[in-house]
């Protein structure tokens, strides 16, 4: 099963999307530096190198048919899951979440890995799977399977990227095919879980960050400030933006996050709504190509493959710039392929080497 | 693997995904439509917010203008000095920055929180002045430690400075740093911190000349509200300069003359009513002001009983005794009861309402005219116009020879005087007026409160033949012009008969003759004012405690064509014409070698 990859292959690569990939990466290095020149570190340079990181292990990932990892998928997930529970148990607290190892230079986040091993485990979970409809047993066990890493990473706790796990399994579930009323008792089930979420589950600050959302002036100092700041530093920047290097709100550190979270807000300073529509447009082209690969998949987990990896992708990018706006509450979740960071990078990466892996080997067994 | 798998039916699962892809477009563009919103249609609103963050406004202290004496020397000054403010925003541990802060500027925790606390109703990113008027040395070891205390601010600005010192203080007055009262009282104005505002004097009276107006550096800030540089400033406008009436050597010499005396000395330029010298003594260093005192200076400047802080000329009151015989003798020639050929005899004493009244001269004066009674300034003579001419004739010639009111002279805080009279007596005693209260007023004494600035108003209206002048500071292209009055207060006959007996008091050794200076024709009038009753006075000598009586002499010169108007009180100086006359004298001197060398 295992191939290595050949002239022919080579030659099915979506180059094109390739170049998206990287062209929307050095758009991030760009406002990196922006964002932290005059900080010690050179960020940006870090990027650069992760980005070569992240470049080689997608050549990795397409490197090895997509249908060995979903036959793997079962250890992956054992694996993540043991990992996760070590996390809790052993991990230091980094900035009050315990979701980071630390293994000398490099940290790995194991609910990043989480991310990518639930597309593979929902992609053998429904391969098989060929009716037009989910029954409920199966429905219950897709929740089951997810639900497991889903609960560890509530408790560390990394909303985030729990959200992230919904929206997957969300996407997944759709595509299987709800009945009306299964989503309406889904829905049912997510706005009890929600409601009783609210009162035992989430942190103080945490219920803070969503009545922020609602009355982002009722605490300026506190968790509003970052909201408030970041949409005086969109805002501020007009049509054509206060130019490279001269956003007010970024030089003079009003942004908080500026080169992680919130670098999609320094991009709306210095450029303007038009750096923005740029940006989202590259990114809409992006997405469209991904997503619409599905048409191109061999088999029903390459459809899924396809899917759930571009959602992981797409749902990340709208909640960010959502939530940068203030029109959704801060949740830590990053901008893929712009915000500063090698776990997040990585990890998008991988997710778009499985679905040009998919897209590259459409045609079966050749 | 066999070939239905690689064919099977996936067209529902991709129809699904297409339909969330679409979905997600579309959430896409209504996302794009609010960054629209927010970017476009609300963009002014929080450009505006943005440079609110980062622009921060910093008042720039416009200098004061200079105030210059006639000849052009500085009464008031301003020098550079430098200032240490505290920014309270980026204090970060008190007990560690605020001892630190203490040891560097050499003053105590309490001084340093009180000053703090003065001010803790303004904005926390409004620094507070907690040092100032510092030289470049006492400033470089704070420089030298700029990043371990980011709290403190060293600025350069203007500060007043006095030359003179104490030399003209009562009329350049002083600058003071608003209090936290007044601050609070004015909530409209926008107070600089370390404002200084005119308390008195000048510096009160044309505060709105002087102040200028002050600037505005905009400065670029980041969000720990650290300067990162400057936007742009709108520079301070500096104030006007002020140039007054005064002349140097006849303020410097009245000083002198005062020195180790209580006393006032007022000269006036007689043909424009321009104020030449001012002195009130004791008096006191303006400069402390500005600097700032300590309480136990504070206490002992204002609870001194020798009042330095007061201008005895324009709010000292005293009883203008003899000078007052100058009011008498022009009341009694306008309403006729006493000409210039009136003659009284004069043994010494007389027996008026049943009480025996002495004349000062015991051997008494002898047979004299209404100018022998002014060159002798016998009480007799005066008694005995008193009598006739009754309280209400006297109050009214006292006010028109602007008695009983303000001069009107520039500055702040001027007092009125008394002229009694029967009306005044039964509002405030509820009792009638007794005739022999009248025989008191008619040399001056009794109920009568003059200033000094009042007494030499009067004397340069008697020296300019019944044409009043304003007394004024205010010189250079600003001085006001007094106008022309149409007619003289009294007939110029009267006048004339007056300045005759001040002529002869002064050059044919009357009570002024110690003032006589050769070749300027100086007239004038001496007055020595009991200040307790004589009967008390004559019982402490003879205990071998003479109580002094206060020293006055009012006069001008030349004769025709006036001047200069000196008047001179020295407190419990003794007689007028042994004491004030000589000093006026001297200033008389001055100003005629000056009008000389002109």
Redesign the interface.
């Known amino acids: 099963m295992m191939l290595m990859i050949d002239r022919r292959l080579f030659g099915e690569i979506d180059w094109v999307l390739l170049a998206l990939i990287l062209l929307q990466s050095l758009v991030g290095v760009f406002f990196i530096y922006s964002s932290t020149h005059f900080l010690p570190g050179a960020y940006y340079v870090r990027q650069l190198v992760w980005i070569g990181i992240s470049l080689a292990v997608l050549f990795l990932v397409l490197a090895i048919d997509y249908k060995f990892f979903v036959a793997l998928s079962g250890y992956f997930y054992g694996l993540v899951v043991i990992m996760l529970v070590a996390l809790l148990v052993f991990a230091r607290i980094v900035a009050g979440t315990k979701s980071w190892f630390t293994m000398g230079l490099m940290q790995a986040q194991p609910s990043e890995v989480a991310k990518i091993v639930l597309i593979l485990v929902f992609a053998r979970l429904f391969a098989e799977y060929?009716r037009?409809y989910l029954t409920t047993s199966h429905t219950l066990f897709a929740l089951g399977v997810a639900g497991v890493p889903l609960l560890l990473i509530v408790l560390q706790p990394d909303l985030g990227t729990a959200m992230t796990f919904l929206a997957i399994i969300g996407?997944a579930f759709?595509?299987?095919?709800l009945r009306k009323k299964a989503i309406v008792l889904l829905l049912l089930a997510a706005l009890a879980l929600g409601v009783g979420g609210w009162t035992v589950a989430l942190k103080d600050y945490q219920k803070k960050r969503v009545t922020t959302l609602i009355n982002p002036a009722g605490d300026p100092r506190g968790s509003g400030y970052q909201v408030i700041?970041s949409?005086?530093?969109?805002?501020?920047?007009?049509?054509t933006g206060k130019g490279f290097r001269k956003g007010?709100?970024s030089q003079?550190?009003?942004l908080p996050a500026r080169h992680t979270d919130f670098i999609f807000s320094v991009i709306?300073e210095e450029t303007?709504?038009l750096g923005?529509?740029i940006v989202?447009a590259l990114?809409?082209v992006l997405?469209?190509r991904m997503?619409?690969s599905?048409?191109k998949?061999?088999?029903?987990a390459g459809?899924?493959i396809?899917?759930t990896a571009t959602?992981l992708i797409?749902f990340q990018f709208?909640v960010n710039?959502?939530m940068i706006?203030g029109?959704f509450p801060v949740v830590g979740i990053t901008l893929p392929f712009l915000s500063y960071g090698g776990s997040s990078l990585l990890t998008t990466y991988v997710a778009c080497g499985l679905v040009l892996n998919v897209k590259m080997r459409r045609f079966?067994?050749v | 693997?066999s070939r239905e798998?690689?064919y099977?039916d996936?067209t529902?699962?991709?129809r699904?995904?297409?339909v969330?892809?679409w979905i997600?477009?579309g959430?896409?563009l209504l996302?794009?439509s609010?960054?629209?919103k927010?970017?476009?249609l609300?963009?002014k609103?929080?450009?505006g917010?943005?440079?609110a963050?980062?622009i921060r406004m910093r008042e720039l202290a416009a200098p004061r203008g200079l105030i210059l004496d006639r000849a052009g020397g500085k009464l008031a000054d301003n020098r550079a000095s430098f200032k240490v403010s505290l920014n309270r925003e980026n204090v970060k541990n008190e007990s560690v920055s605020y001892p630190a802060i203490c040891r560097l500027l050499g003053i105590d925790e309490p001084t340093l929180r009180n000053r703090i606390a003065l001010h803790k109703d303004l904005p926390s990113h409004e620094p507070v002045v907690i040092a100032d008027g510092l030289t470049p040395e006492d400033v470089a070891p704070i420089e030298s430690r700029r990043l371990e205390l980011p709290e403190l601010v060293v600025e350069s600005e203007p500060q007043r400075y006095y030359p003179g010192g104490g030399l003209a203080a009562h009329v350049v007055g002083y600058v003071q740093e608003l209090t936290a009262e007044e601050i609070r009282a004015r909530p409209d104005r926008k107070v600089r911190g370390g404002e200084m505002l005119g308390r008195t004097g000048v510096e009160r009276q044309y505060d709105d000349i002087l102040r200028g107006q002050d600037g505005i550096a905009y400065d670029?800030?980041?969000?720990?509200g650290r300067f990162?540089g400057e936007q742009s400033r709108q520079y301070p406008l500096k104030g006007r300069d002020i140039t007054l009436t005064i002349d140097p050597a006849l303020q410097a010499e009245a000083v002198k003359s005062l020195e180790g005396r209580e006393g006032v000395i007022v000269a006036l330029d007689a043909e424009t009513g321009g104020v030449l010298a001012l002195a009130s003594y004791p008096t006191f260093d303006p400069n402390r002001f500005i600097t700032r005192f300590t309480p136990a200076e504070w206490s002992q400047l204002t609870t001194d009983p020798l009042s330095p802080l007061e201008n005895r000329a324009i709010r000292g009151l005293y009883a203008p005794g003899s000078i007052f015989k100058l009011v008498m003798s022009l009341g009694g020639l306008d309403g006729g009861f006493v000409t210039p050929e009136t003659t009284v005899f004069c043994s010494g004493a007389t027996e008026i309402y049943g009480s025996v009244r002495h004349c000062w001269f015991a051997p008494g004066h002898g047979a004299m005219d209404l100018a022998a009674a002014i060159r002798n300034s016998c009480n007799i003579y005066f008694y005995s116009l008193g009598r006739r001419m009754g309280i209400e004739p006297i109050a009214a010639a006292a006010r028109r020879l602007g008695l009983g009111r303000r001069t009107g002279i520039d500055l702040v805080g001027e007092k009125e005087g008394l002229v009694p009279d029967t009306e005044w007596k039964s509002k405030t005693f509820h009792a009638p007026w007794f005739p022999g209260e009248t025989i008191s007023v008619a040399i001056g004494q009794g109920q009568l409160q003059v200033t000094p600035i009042q007494i030499a108003a009067m004397t340069a209206l008697i020296a300019r033949r019944g044409r009043p002048v304003q007394p004024h500071l205010l010189g250079g292209r600003d001085e006001p012009k007094t106008p022309d009055a149409p007619s003289p207060v009294y007939a110029l006959t009267s006048f004339e008969s007056v300045i005759e007996g001040m002529w002869r008091s002064v050059n044919e050794g009357g009570t002024g003759a110690q003032a006589r200076v050769e070749g300027f024709e100086a007239c004038g009038k001496t007055g020595s004012t009991q200040t307790i009753s004589r009967e008390a006075a004559e019982r402490l000598a003879l205990a071998g405690h003479p109580v002094k009586t206060h020293s006055w002499f009012s006069g001008f010169a030349p004769r025709v064509g006036p001047k200069i108007v000196v008047t001179v009180l020295v407190e419990f100086g003794g007689g007028g014409g042994a004491t004030s006359g000589p000093i006026a004298g001297r200033l008389f001197e001055i100003y005629k070698k000056e009008l000389e060398s002109r």
């Open positions: 060929k037009g996407g759709l595509l299987a095919g700041q949409k005086i530093a969109i805002g501020s920047g007009g049509f007010t709100q003079l550190r009003f709306g303007g709504f923005v529509f989202i990114y809409f997405l469209a997503f619409l599905v048409g998949a061999r088999d029903r459809v899924y396809i899917f959602l797409a709208l710039i959502l706006i029109l079966a067994n | 693997m798998r690689i099977e996936l529902l699962v991709q699904r995904a297409n969330v892809f997600f477009a959430l896409l996302t794009l609010y960054y629209w927010v970017q476009i609300e963009h609103k929080y450009l917010m943005a440079e963050n980062r670029v800030v980041d969000s720990l990162q």
